[in-house]
């Protein structure tokens, strides 16, 4: 069986949110993602735009299982913060979700029980503000062959739903192609027997 789900929930574009509790500021921004490189420049990005800001807490899911969620602290009592944003992210059940609590502090502690509701009311707030759709997950695939095999292509990416990204059209032609997963398998065997 497939982990792959014929579709799932994501967002459309970043989005921002705002809690504020005794002083503390937690500005969230929710961000769709692709991979950890991404991941990784959305925060140092926030890290160079906030150098005053005391913490940088986030949670990311990238896939379907466990094992593709991840939650950081950054210096704030273990599970008050990752944590609390994670478990947001699964309550939305939105993937490939860069979620990210930016903190300011205001002088008041807010002890581990208020820092847990400060991050989950931030990341709720960002989540609320960004467009939740539902998207089919795709393949992507680079395919070469010798132009005399070109009408034969062709004729498999109108039979299946194909889509060519890019083209390369020689005596050897390349293209890179992008299809719904779900169809990857029928595709892949066509395109195998040519």
Known sequence: MSLIPDSYL??????EGLYKD??????SWAYPVKDLEEIKSHLASLKEAHPKARHICYAYRLGFTPEDARSNDDGEPSGSAGKPILNTILSHNVHYVLVAVV???????????GLIHAYKEGAIDALANAEIYEKEPMSVRSIEFNYAQMNEVMKICKKHPIQIVNQLIDNLCTFELTYPSRHAAEIDASLNNL
Do not use: D, E, H, M
């Open 10 to 15: 994501t967002i459309a574009k970043p989005a």
């Open 22 to 27: 005794k002083g503390s500021k937690f500005i």
């Open 103 to 113: 903190r300011y502090f205001g002088g008041t502690l807010l002890g581990v029980p």
